[in-house]
């Protein structure tokens, strides 16, 4: 049974910084795309980061460009997140998410093949 499970999240005042953890179980994620989407209250789920299994090449959304890093541990079967100089409008469900083999282009959520349960991340002003 594969299984995406988030950590790290928690509630944060705005400048301060969390990193996001997602252990992988089931499969093995170092082939494949991963990524982070996150959806706030009333919003659609969005891309945040993605990051390529074998160059390590990643993606930002603009809003978070400079702010949040993505990246991978694959002996540990671990992806992160780390986020630094949050915002309030950074508030949302953090998901994890693996995305099917030869997918990476975009963060068309069609291309993801497993999501994490999710993860709140709250930034107080």
């Known amino acids: 049974q594969v299984q995406l499970v988030e950590s790290g999240g928690g509630s944060v005042q705005a400048g301060g910084s969390l990193r996001l953890s997602c252990a992988a179980s089931?499969?093995?994620?170092?082939?494949?795309?991963m990524g982070w989407f996150r959806q706030a209250p009333e919003k659609e789920r969005e891309g945040v980061a993605r990051?390529?299994?074998?160059?390590?090449?990643?993606y930002y959304t603009d809003s978070v460009k400079g702010r949040f890093t993505i990246s991978r541990d694959n002996a540990k079967n671990t992806v992160y997140l780390q986020m630094n100089n949050l915002k309030p409008e950074d508030t949302a469900m953090y998901y994890c998410?693996?995305?099917?083999?030869?997918?990476?282009?975009?963060?068309?959520?069609?291309?993801?093949?497993?999501w994490g349960q999710g993860i709140q991340v709250i930034v107080s002003s």
């Open positions: 089931g499969y093995t994620s170092s082939s494949n795309c």
């Open positions: 998410a693996a995305y099917s083999p030869g997918t990476c282009g975009t963060f068309n959520q069609g291309d993801v093949v497993y």
């Open positions: 990051i390529y299994p074998y160059t390590a090449i990643t």
